[in-house]
């Protein structure tokens, strides 16, 4: 019986705009070996439910479960506070309507605004701390693959600045935070002490954030990171693939052994 998987999705399953090569093939395995796997992603651009639009709308369907960055932020806030300032993507900030508040918020969301930042904006933010407002976070991500444009700058350095202007600690909770993960097993009904495996394109957020957990690694190279490894970061790897067939032949493998 195979490991339940984890599977990270930007980077893995869908490579800039476009499903990855042999995804069918690697969806029909995982249905077809009843494997337990979640699609998990740290971005805040779109809920679980655009997601799976967006498979359909390259004629793919997706079987499992999904959850993104933002539901989970949605959940986190719910029952917490009734007034948040929201920095995200105009694609889904209308699910926090029923919390926004930019006049004297109990906590600021952030997530992918790209190019929006600004100075302006960072004081704005710094003014809600100072005040008192929580300081949430979708993710940390230092830097992202934009279609088109290739590697750009991401919410993480930006989060960081503010956070040591305010000698405060952001509450993460997309990748690699321990509560994202949980929450993801949890919707195939694993438990985070059991072993559990991580297929992911990004070393810190998939693999050094799942192996502090000890999650059983794949770390794909059609993403983030690029050959060869330097040798400190092949601590927390287990496996190596080039592509959604490599990593097949890894689960094929495991199985069988």
Same mark, same amino acid.
């Given at each position: 019986? #195979?490991?339940?998987?984890?599977? $990270? =999705?930007?980077?893995?399953?869908?490579?800039?705009? $476009?499903?990855?090569? $042999? &995804?069918?093939?690697?969806?029909?395995?995982?249905?077809? +070996?009843?494997?337990? @796997?979640?699609? =998990?992603?740290?971005?805040?651009?779109?809920?679980? +439910? #655009?997601?799976?639009?967006?498979?359909?709308?390259?004629?793919?369907?997706?079987? =499992?479960?999904?959850?993104?960055?933002?539901?989970?932020?949605?959940?986190?806030?719910?029952?917490?506070?009734?007034? /948040?300032?929201?920095?995200?993507?105009?694609?889904?900030?209308?699910? %926090?309507? +029923?919390?926004?508040? %930019? *006049?004297?918020? *109990?906590?600021?969301?952030?997530?992918?605004?790209?190019?929006?930042?600004?100075?302006?904006?960072? !004081?704005?933010?710094?003014?809600?701390?100072?005040?008192?407002?929580?300081?949430?976070?979708v993710h940390k991500n230092? %830097?992202?693959?934009?279609?088109?444009?290739?590697i750009q700058l991401d919410?993480?350095?930006?989060?960081?600045?503010?956070?040591? @202007?305010?000698?405060?600690?952001?509450?993460?909770?997309?990748?690699?935070?321990?509560?994202? %993960?949980?929450?993801?097993?949890?919707?195939?009904? /694993?438990?985070? $002490?059991? !072993?559990?495996?991580? &297929?992911?394109?990004?070393?810190?957020?998939?693999?050094?954030?799942?192996?502090?957990?000890?999650?059983?690694?794949?770390?794909?190279?059609?993403?983030?990171?690029?050959?060869? &490894?330097? +040798?400190?970061? #092949?601590?927390? /790897?287990?496996?190596?693939?080039?592509?959604?067939?490599?990593? &097949?032949?890894?689960?094929?493998?495991?199985?069988?052994?």
């Amino acid at each position: 019986m #195979q490991k339940p998987l984890l599977i $990270d =999705l930007d980077g893995v399953l869908r490579l800039g705009n $476009d499903p990855a090569p $042999d &995804l069918e093939e690697f969806l029909y395995y995982l249905e077809s +070996e009843s494997v337990n @796997a979640c699609i =998990l992603s740290n971005s805040s651009i779109s809920n679980s +439910e #655009q997601i799976y639009n967006y498979f359909d709308s390259h004629s793919i369907r997706i079987n =499992l479960p999904i959850i993104t960055a933002i539901d989970a932020a949605y959940s986190y806030i719910k029952g917490k506070y009734n007034k /948040v300032a929201v920095f995200t993507s105009e694609n889904v900030i209308s699910k %926090f309507a +029923e919390f926004l508040d %930019f *006049e004297n918020p *109990e906590a600021v969301l952030i997530g992918d605004i790209g190019e929006m930042w600004n100075y302006k904006l960072m !004081q704005t933010i710094f003014e809600y701390i100072r005040n008192g407002a929580k300081l949430i976070v979708v993710h940390k991500n230092k %830097f992202w693959n934009k279609p088109n444009f290739g590697i750009q700058l991401d919410a993480g350095p930006f989060i960081h600045g503010i956070e040591y @202007a305010t000698s405060s600690e952001a509450i993460l909770i997309g990748k690699p935070s321990k509560k994202y %993960f949980k929450t993801a097993l949890k919707k195939i009904n /694993v438990n985070l $002490d059991e !072993q559990f495996m991580m &297929l992911g394109d990004d070393l810190e957020t998939d693999i050094n954030g799942s192996k502090n957990l000890g999650a059983e690694t794949i770390l794909v190279y059609t993403g983030k990171t690029n050959k060869p &490894l330097l +040798e400190y970061s #092949q601590k927390n /790897v287990d496996y190596e693939a080039n592509n959604l067939l490599d990593v &097949l032949k890894i689960l094929k493998e495991k199985k069988n052994n």
